[in-house]
């Protein structure tokens, strides 16, 4: 199995940058791609960035122009940058790993919360 630590989020101003990190355990060969997922109150869990082990990435159409994915497919870590921050990226942030065994599998972080204050 795969285990995710998230590391990073907090009290951020609103036009600051925040920085969050992850890193996986255990099983880790299994892994095909590693991203980031937020949640906020009331709202569905919605795609931040994601990076595939082929290179493919996709983005959250809310954070287009402002995110950076850094991913170490040697370390299976992956960290996100979001710059320009808006009250409405308050949330909690999950850090995501595609893990593919028998099938694709979703394995989740704990979650970290971001709270960006106007």
């Known amino acids: 199995q795969v285990q995710l630590v998230e590391s990073g989020g907090g009290l951020v101003q609103a036009g600051g940058s925040l920085r969050l990190s992850c890193a996986a355990s255990g099983n880790t060969l299994g892994i095909s791609g590693m991203g980031w997922y937020r949640q906020a109150p009331g709202k569905k869990r919605e795609l931040v960035a994601i990076k595939m082990n082929d290179g493919r990435r996709n983005y959250g159409d809310s954070v287009i122009g402002r995110v950076t994915l850094f991913r170490d497919n040697a370390k299976n870590t992956v960290d996100l940058q979001l710059d320009s921050l808006k009250p409405e990226d308050t949330g909690i942030y999950y850090c995501?790993?595609?893990?593919?065994?028998?099938?694709?599998?979703?394995?989740w972080g704990q979650g970290t919360q971001v709270t960006v204050s106007s």
């Open positions: 995501n790993a595609v893990v593919i065994e028998v099938m694709a599998e979703d394995v």
